[in-house]
């Protein structure tokens, strides 16, 4: 009798907890449709596609999460403490998802997280609707959770045992540590995802999209930066010291400077656009007239940006460094956060120019908590960093949270009035940054602007005042008796206009924005056509008539081949149009780019030849 009793009792127990094992399965299928749904309406937006991931690849995903849930329960012992845990994480990782794919076309990825120490800067940067439905979500689950604690104690649900909690904690942990391990060579996870997945380099929106968010996520694991190129050793590193350098002697023959005597100025203006080069848009007003007009006195283009709405870090890595983001591995998509403040020493133009005597300042207008700029900032060589609570000039326009292009502009010229040397000065500004609702109350009517949407028509007011904060600017360094060069360009467009703008355009022109370089001592004229920001440093040299180091030289061969190039993006020189791949370039701007490679390999993760050959001197 006694014996039945304990069999059933056991036999309940394994029922129970085979039930509680089932709620654990429905409960991880539940979030990775609802992670999905996160990119669905969103893609939907952008480019409508039927395409779902395979039955293969879903199942591995479900087992992934089904082994992170495995793990928790473990862990906590409660497995209905473990399903509110996953869909509280789940839940907000999904609404963050949703923004970020709105606001800039591209998912949430594993290096997203780091920047959880800036989320009270995240915060501000989204709608308050947005905010409204998180936080709803978190009190809603906090509730849940109070009940179910609240319940454990008063009922005493069955736990898993010690001795098996201990045994699952140790074997998922196990396997945890292996999906850790997703993009090293030979992964076995990563070779079955394979089999049943077709992987998206060029777009990780469309990877995540077709395989799935659990897939896209893993697939965006750390790597190493950059894959070794075929034939990379240091007697390759030398020969191409020796085939640039020469092409550097013959360009130094008619300059006779080693350096530029001049004061150089970066000026990398935030979400600043020129909406009248849209489709789509029928503006009735010109917001940006004194930029436009710097075209016929300046070298002037456009730049091909690698983000859209957003990846302002990885524009700026780009106009330091002269490194581009299209030669990494496809899940670096922030070299700021993901590998450059490991970095020891790094050559840019900041260091160039350090070791030249130049004082070196960044002025970014906000924390700095975003993109570890202050690391970064140390690595790529600057001798001071100016930021919000440190800067003396802190003006704000009508109900915008953020400091004014105006104010920014003031710290910069402070700043050259200060220093006996010649400057070298990086400014970031903020003033354009989303959100725009309600950021200010005259802004232009309808009838004035022809664009409905109040959010939209107070982003034209940001570039308003821009513009007429740069004309300020300009007539300040006018009257500077040292010689300056500005490089003034905007990071990336806004997402303020919307899907229906984004698809009457094509995806250059989604990624272009006006580029001006001017001087405070003589007018010059260059039509730049689009090119991308490795370049700007390079056409400095040229405005100074400053020869050119075996690097720069390499940028200059380049740029007569592929001016303008990022991923999926390359404008072929030859024939003015963009192809999406290397191969459909010609074979001399395929070798150019493959020397490139060596060289951008070389520096971010090989044994870095190049630095002690003096490629870039």
């Known amino acids: 009798m006694e014996k039945r009793i304990h069999y ?44 779902i991931p395979t039955r293969g690849t879903l199942i591995l995903s479900t087992g992934v999460l089904l082994l992170l849930g495995s793990w928790l329960w ?13 869909i509280f994480v789940g839940g907000i990782m999904g609404v963050v998802n949703l923004e970020k794919t709105r606001q800039r076309t ?58 098996n909690r201990l045994a699952i904690l140790l074997i998922t942990s196990l396997g945890l540590l292996y999906i850790g391990q997703f993009q090293q060579q030979g992964n076995l996870l990563k070779r079955a995802y394979e089999q049943k997945s077709a992987w998206i380099h060029w777009s ?22 950059m894959e070794e190129p075929i034939d990379y050793s240091a007697k390759k590193i030398t020969d191409l010291h020796e085939k640039y350098q020469a092409i550097a002697d013959e360009i130094n023959e008619d300059r006779d400077k080693t350096e530029p005597d001049v004061n150089v100025i970066f000026v990398m203006n935030e979400s600043f656009s020129d909406p009248t080069e849209l489709e789509g848009i029928n503006l009735k007003v010109d917001p940006i007239p004194f930029i436009r007009a710097l075209a016929d006195n300046s070298y002037n283009g456009e730049i091909l940006s690698p983000g859209y709405g957003g990846g302002t870090a990885n524009i700026e890595f780009e106009a330091l460094t002269g490194f581009s983001m299209e030669p ?23 260091s160039r120019l350090k070791d030249a005597g130049y004082a070196t300042t960044a002025i970014h207008p906000f924390n700095t908590t975003m993109y570890k700029r202050k690391e970064n900032y140390n690595v790529l060589g600057f001798d001071a960093f100016i930021y919000d609570t440190t800067m003396s000039f802190t003006e704000r326009i009508d109900t915008n949270p953020y400091i004014s292009d105006k104010a920014a502009y003031e710290q910069a010229f402070q700043k050259l009035n200060e220093t006996p040397e010649k400057d070298f000065i990086h ?49 300040q360094l006018a009257e500077l008796d040292e010689p300056t060069v500005v490089v003034f360009w905007g990071d990336h467009l806004s ?35 689009t090119i991308s920001p490795i370049y700007f ?32 993006m390359y404008l072929n020189a030859e024939t003015g149009v963009y192809v999406s791949s290397r191969e459909d370039l010609s074979e001399e701007a395929r070798e150019i780019l493959l020397d490139y490679d060596q060289i951008q390999y070389d520096v971010l993760t090989g044994n870095r030849y190049s630095l002690e050959n003096d490629f870039f001197k």
């Open 8 to 51: 059933k009792k056991r036999k309940g127990r394994k029922r129970r907890f085979l039930l509680q094992f089932v709620s654990l399965i429905f409960t991880v299928i539940i979030i990775q449709m609802y992670l999905q749904y996160t990119l669905d309406t969103t893609l939907s937006v952008i480019n409508n596609r039927g395409v």
């Open 74 to 86: 473990a862990l906590l012992g409660d497995v209905t403490l473990t399903n509110l845990l996953l």
């Open 106 to 163: 591209e998912p949430l990825y594993p290096s997203d997280l780091k920047m959880i120490t800036a989320s009270k800067s995240l915060l501000e940067m989204v709608s308050g609707q947005t905010v409204a439905t998180a936080l709803a979500f978190v009190l809603f689950c906090g509730v849940f959770f109070y009940f179910v604690i609240h319940r454990n104690i008063k009922k005493q649900t069955p736990k898993l045992p010690k001795k």
């Open 204 to 225: 990780q929106l469309d990877n995540y999209y077709v395989n799935g968010f659990v897939a896209g996520f893993l697939y965006n694991l750390p790597s190493d930066p």
């Open 328 to 350: 990494f591995s496809a899940n670096i998509t922030s070299t700021y956060t993901q590998f450059l403040s490991t970095i020891e020493r790094f050559p840019s133009v900041v």
């Open 427 to 475: 400014l970031v500004t903020m003033q354009n940054h989303a959100p725009y609702t309600d950021k200010y109350t005259d802004i232009p009517t309808y009838e004035e602007s022809g664009i409905k949407d109040p959010d939209a028509r107070n982003y034209l007011q940001d570039l308003i005042y821009s513009d007429q904060a740069l004309e300020l600017f300009a007539s």
């Open 495 to 529: 997402s303020v206009f919307g899907g229906k703008v984004y698809e009457a355009n094509t995806v250059p022109d989604m990624h272009k924005t006006p580029l001006r370089i001017f001087s405070n001592y003589e007018s010059n004229y260059k039509d730049l056509g």
């Open 537 to 568: 440093y390079t056409e400095v040299l040229e405005m100074t008539q400053t020869r050119l180091s075996p690097f720069d030289a390499l940028l200059e061969t380049l740029q007569s081949e592929v001016p303008a190039f990022e991923k999926s």
